[in-house]
Structures are given as structure tokens and as C-alpha cells.
């Protein structure tokens, strides 16, 4: 893709609203060695507060100087040493190193779950390991997403809030978090596992269906 930029005079744009400070403090720029001409991170820099920031090569930047652009907290300073904190703690601890262990650990985990459970047709674990994410296929007359809805369900009722994937936190480092998780996961396989069992499994959803996040909008 940079290649194929460079080639034809066209602007390279990294999002790298989930991938900074994560997968590397410098994000998947410098951990692929592939450097865009124009990239933006999000609040994950600041630990949550609001700050989001839009960097590149000096000569796209400058011309920022020429047009203009504002943001609702533009002029709000806490955010920046909230910055400023958070990447220094982030770099002392090597967070992207902690993030990715834990979720291999998690990520295995969760396998063998799904292993002993005999669920390997319908549920897998996919992404990296910084991003594991848990994927339901359909099964039989039922479609993926009354099967994911029915999954996810059980997993709300033992105490775990997740879309398909573990946004890790550093907090997500602790013995008793990752033992407390898995036991909710496993007790929510068992129940699941139960569900297909019988003749109706999503005759067990006790509310709606869950709805995509993004939808197409038609005119």
C-alpha cells in the first residue's frame, strides 16, 4: 500500500485509534516498519480523557497553518498532562509487551474452553494477541447473530461486558481479573453449550437481538 501511494502521488492515512499504544508505544507504524504520511490517535494517549491528535510529515502538516480547524477542547490543557502522564507510565511499564501477554493468556484460555466444550465448529478466538476477539459462527436454522446475542448473554449474566473482542487495560495484569474472567467465560460456555443442545437454542434469549454498530444508510 505505501508502495502503490508513492506511486501514484496519493496521501497515506493510518488510523491508529486502537493500535496506538497498544500493539507498540509508536504504534503499528513503527512496529511493521511502514511509516504513512499522515496518522491519528485517540484518547487511549491520555487514559481516557479527551485528547485526540493528528500527526505525518512536515510538509502535509504545515499546511494546517492555511485552513481551519477546531475541536471542542481545543484550548483544554488537563487533557495534555493527562497525556503526558500516561505515556510515561506506559513506556515504564512497556505496556504494549503487558497487553499482548495478557491476551495470549487470555486468548489460550478461552481455547481450550471452547475445546472442551466441543464448540470449536461454532466459537473461535481470532485476532492478535494484543486484541484477541471471540467469533460465533451460525448453527443450524439460527443465524450468527442470535447465536453471538445468545453468547454474549450468558456472558453479561457472569458479570463480562465485551463487544467480539478484550480491550485490555493495564488493570486487565491481575491474577484474580484474568481468574475471575475465566470463570465467568467457562460458566458461560457451559450454559451455551446447554442452549444447542436442545431442539430451539435462541428459544434461551431472555431479550433482542443485538444490532450492528455500523449500518449502511440508505437515501
Not at 511502514?34 to 502538516?61: H, Q, W, Y
Not at 471542542?72 to 500516561?86: K, P
Not at 481450550?112 to 484477541?132: C, K, N, Q, R
Request: hydrophobic share 40%; aromatic share 8%; with cysteine.
Amino acid at each position: 500500500m505505501r508502495g502503490l501511494c508513492d506511486q501514484n502521488g496519493v496521501v497515506l492515512v493510518f488510523d491508529e485509534i486502537v493500535t496506538g499504544f497498544r500493539v507498540d508505544m509508536g504504534g503499528a507504524q513503527r512496529k511493521y516498519g511502514v511509516t504513512p504520511d499522515l496518522a491519528t490517535f485517540g484518547k487511549a494517549m491520555a487514559n481516557g480523557m479527551p485528547i485526540s491528535t493528528i500527526v505525518g510529515k512536515r510538509e502535509i502538516m504545515k499546511l494546517m497553518d492555511d485552513i481551519f480547524f477546531s475541536g471542542t477542547f481545543g484550548g483544554e490543557t488537563l487533557s495534555l498532562a493527562a497525556a503526558l502522564a500516561t505515556i510515561t507510565k506506559l513506556e515504564k511499564i512497556n505496556a504494549p509487551e503487558v497487553f499482548e501477554r495478557t491476551g495470549r493468556t487470555i486468548r489460550d484460555a478461552v481455547q481450550s474452553i471452547i475445546t472442551d466444550f466441543e464448540l470449536d465448529d461454532i466459537v473461535s478466538v481470532a485476532g492478535v494477541d494484543w486484541w484477541p476477539r471471540i467469533v460465533v459462527e451460525a448453527y443450524g436454522k439460527n443465524s450468527q447473530i442470535e447465536m453471538t446475542t445468545l453468547l454474549r448473554q450468558e456472558l453479561i449474566e457472569q458479570g463480562i461486558f465485551m463487544g467480539g473482542g478484550f480491550n485490555l487495560s493495564i488493570a486487565h495484569n491481575d491474577e484474580s481479573v484474568i481468574a475471575e474472567t475465566l470463570h465467568g467465560i467457562h460458566q458461560s460456555f457451559e450454559k451455551f453449550s446447554k442452549y444447542l443442545k436442545t431442539d430451539n437454542p435462541v428459544s434461551n434469549l431472555r431479550g433482542e437481538l443485538i444490532k450492528p454498530v455500523f449500518q449502511v444508510r440508505s437515501i
